[in-house]
């Protein structure tokens, strides 16, 4: 063997490495862990609930010899997993499991003589999966009060929608944690378990486009579009009507319907404004063509990402099996729309005078050209970053906000004086309502009311199809289409297994279908719709509950009618 020398010396460094590395994995070898010690015997396995779904953070107990003190504890992982290790130094006649939940009954479960010879004598772990069943205590009752309550406020407008969300959240949290502490039947959850319900995705998502939209809003380029509309339109409002809607559509599928009703806000109200017409009649049928355009692909809801993600359904998948309905629902919309608002486009355009288009015109020209073309630039990368920025694992949420930093940095450094183009009133309301529904499914309503889709169809394939489109339709009105879509997978899975030729996964079309098109319904029933009624209320057009729910629900119809009618042509 040839030394390397040094001046003179050898040099074993080398060496020396080598024989350090190769110790260390004879005794990673040789040498039985710690855990491996240790962990000989015990029990692991899964905490789920009547639907087969994970149990977060359920306390388990494990007791031995029929001690009345636990030999170990745990707590159930977000995965439903858990970990029980038998203590090596003593010696073990019976096992016993504990494990309980603040809103499931106490389950027990002892290991049969097959089970215990295993884990006594060959040394091995028992897995056991244990299924808790719910149960109706006050906070169930206290929790759906609050909610219907907090729906009541906002359908009657007693108070304003985001005061009534938050005043359901210190309701709710007062009841959890104060009342809690005193009768542990109040208990809903902590404040920490209450953040996991919110979507801080949707809530940064939002944020960044915010101040993205906020800087090329002064730039004037929005005016100047809706100058261009009336050039084009010449008056003819059902025609731009139309031609608006079929943007918003083209853009829901192709980026999200949230991002979509950011961007075209503040035309469609500009547009309203040059025309002489009350904005809602541009502003809500483009709201409502985003959330029926996005339906039709994987991108296009936050619903579609949810449902997506737990089926492994492609974007292609949503493409062929959703798209044509969602066409066809695109048009009996369109004719709707023009009928519901045939009276706003026809005084539209005798609203409409010499000095007004005049004026507008003044208005309608770009007042900062350098600013406007690095927000374009900036937009344009960031467009880039929502079509292509998955493969790299950059959610639409760090797009967003990687653009608003960038826009901020290049285009418009006061940054105190872009945050106060921040909608926060909008951005509470969502934290909240999130919130709310998490109180909700965490003690069961949500799960309550999809048992109950699930015994109602029974083996029918026809009957499941209708009864999930039109009751998802029906319930996302109530509640955010978002966690009820999340809340109604297990309950479509289950169903899909059990209910004959429901294999082609026509259940989770039908769950999109009526998820995304039944959050027209109602002002709460999507977040596109929220985002919407924050930016007009900013720009001093406030949409009421009732103003839109007068639309939403008939147009609803319509589009769920359609879209059902396709997939049962489609699937069946």
Not at 306 to 332: A, C, K, Q, R, W
Not at 420 to 425: A, E, L, N, P, S
Not at 436 to 465: C, D, K, P, Y
Request: some cysteine.
């Amino acid at each position: 063997m040839r030394i390397i020398r040094r001046r003179g010396v050898p040099c074993l460094i080398p060496y020396l490495a080598l024989l350090l590395i190769v110790g260390l994995w004879l005794v990673k070898v040789f040498q039985p862990s710690a855990v491996a010690t240790a962990a000989r015997r015990g029990v692991a396995g899964h905490v789920l609930d009547d639907q087969g779904e994970p149990i977060v953070d359920a306390q388990l107990r494990l007791y031995i010899n029929r001690e009345a003190e636990p030999a170990a504890e745990t707590h159930s992982q977000p995965d439903g997993a858990y970990l029980l290790v038998l203590p090596e130094e003593k010696t073990v006649t019976s096992v016993r499991v504990e494990a309980e939940h603040s809103h499931f009954e106490l389950s027990v479960w002892t290991p049969d003589r097959d089970e215990i010879t295993n884990l006594l004598e060959a040394g091995t772990f028992v897995t056991h999966d244990i299924v808790l069943e719910r149960q109706i205590v006050a906070s169930f009752w206290i929790a759906t009060v609050i909610f219907i309550g907090m729906l009541l406020l906002i359908a009657t407008e007693r108070l304003h929608s985001t005061l009534a969300v938050l005043l359901a959240v210190v309701l709710i949290f007062g009841v959890s944690l104060l009342g809690g502490a005193i009768m542990p039947d109040l208990f809903i959850f902590t404040f920490e378990q209450a953040l996991e319900y919110v979507d801080f995705e949707v809530i940064f998502l939002l944020l960044g486009m915010m101040i993205v939209i906020g800087v090329i809003e002064e730039t004037g380029i929005f005016q100047w579009l809706a100058y261009q509309a009336y050039r084009l339109s010449r008056g003819r409002v059902w025609l731009l009507t139309v031609i608006l809607m079929t943007i918003t559509t083209i853009a829901s599928a192709s980026l999200d319907n949230v991002i979509t009703m950011l961007l075209i806000t503040p035309i469609a109200l500009e547009i309203a404004l040059v025309l002489g017409i009350n904005p809602f009649s541009l502003l809500v049928p483009a709201l409502l063509a985003a959330n029926v355009g996005g339906t039709g692909t994987l991108i296009g809801t936050p619903v579609n990402i949810i449902i997506g993600s737990y089926t492994e359904f492609g974007f292609n998948d949503f493409l062929i099996n959703l798209m044509p309905g969602v066409l066809l629902g695109e048009v009996g919309l369109v004719f709707f729309v023009l009928l519901w608002y045939r009276k706003d486009h026809l005084s539209g355009g005798q609203k409409l005078s010499a000095d007004l288009i005049k004026r507008l015109e003044e208005n309608g020209r770009i007042r900062d050209a350098a600013k406007l073309r690095k927000s374009g630039i900036v937009f344009a990368g960031l467009l880039m970053l929502f079509i292509f920025g998955e493969p790299l694992h950059l959610t639409p949420d760090i797009a967003a906000l990687t653009g608003a930093v960038v826009m901020l940095i290049w285009v418009n450094p006061d940054i105190e004086q872009m945050m106060g183009v921040v909608d926060w009133t909008t951005l509470m309301f969502f934290i909240g309502l999130f919130i709310a529904v998490g109180a909700i499914q965490e003690v069961g309503l949500l799960a309550m009311l999809a048992t109950g889709i699930s015994t109602i169809v029974g083996t029918n394939l026809l009957a499941a199809v209708l009864v999930v489109v039109w009751g998802s339709a029906l319930l996302s009105g109530v509640v955010d289409n978002i966690p009820f879509a999340a809340a109604m997978l297990p309950v479509v899975k289950l169903l899909t297994h059990t209910v004959p030729n429901a294999e082609n996964k026509v259940l989770f079309y039908a769950l999109s279908t009526g998820a995304n098109l039944g959050g027209n319904s109602t002002l709460i029933g999507s977040s596109a719709n929220l985002v919407v009624a924050g930016v007009t209320e900013r720009a001093g057009y406030r949409i009421t509950f009732r103003q839109f729910l007068k639309v939403g629900l008939p147009a609803t119809i319509v589009t769920t009618a359609i879209g059902c009618l396709w997939l049962l042509v489609h699937f069946m």
